[in-house]
């Protein structure tokens, strides 16, 4: 997944520098809205680094960073709140997503929707990004969805810019164990799947 980056981190760190401060802002909400293209996990670690270097100011960054992450997961609750629920209930058959299982959701975020954005926001993959889109198909609450998710983006925000401080020049190795830990992300994502998908087959939806 990183091998790019690996191949070319002083030439990302280099870009990252360029941007300067509303680069900080701009690719932190980028990271949120795109889902899985412009992942934190590179993102917040490099500007971590350019810190170390003196290029930027902890606290500023940091605050960039935060808001700008904030800023994207509301943007993404807005676009599936508006239109993502009436376009599943229309095609969601052809992605194996049924009108049951919306309702299921539904029920889901009504009983523990706080706990599901609190937690979700705490798992360093970019299975975050699914926790706006979820809240915004189940129509959660708007006040209580920004409020766990403002809290819960704080601690993994803070961790992924700390490593990238300590890391400096090995930041290779950093991505190093991301790119491992996503891959045993995504084998689970592929088994979750597979299920998902055999159920269907056998007419048992997923919340059965």
């Excluded at 239109?83 to 299982?101: A, P, T």
């Excluded at 954005?117 to 993959?125: A, S």
């Excluded at 889109?133 to 992924?160: D, E, H, Q, R, W």
Aim: a positive charge; glycine letters at 8%; aromatic letters at 18%.
């Amino acid at each position: 997944m990183f091998e790019i980056v690996f191949s070319s981190v002083e030439k990302i760190i280099g870009l990252f520098e360029t941007l300067g401060y509303f680069g900080v802002f701009s690719l932190s909400f980028l990271d949120r809205l795109t889902i899985f293209l412009i992942p934190a996990e590179i993102v917040f670690p490099v500007y971590g680094i350019l810190i170390s270097q003196g290029k930027f100011l902890f606290w500023p960054a940091f605050i960039l960073l935060t808001v700008g992450n904030f800023l994207g997961n509301v943007a993404l609750y807005f676009i599936f709140l508006k239109g993502g629920r009436s376009f599943l209930e229309k095609y969601g058959k052809y992605v194996l997503v049924s009108k049951h299982e919306l309702n299921h959701l539904d029920s889901w975020f009504l009983k523990y929707g706080n706990k599901i954005v609190f937690i979700g926001y705490l798992i360093p993959t970019a299975i975050r990004s699914l926790v706006p889109v979820s809240a915004g198909l189940s129509k959660m609450n708007l006040s209580k969805f920004c409020f766990y998710t403002f809290v819960s983006s704080l601690p993994l925000n803070f961790i992924y810019l700390f490593i990238g401080i300590k890391a400096g020049n090995n930041m290779g190795r950093i991505l190093s164990y991301f790119e491992k830990f996503n891959y045993v992300v995504v084998a689970g994502i592929v088994v979750l799947v597979v299920w998902y998908v055999c159920r269907h087959i056998k007419n048992k939806h997923l919340t059965h």
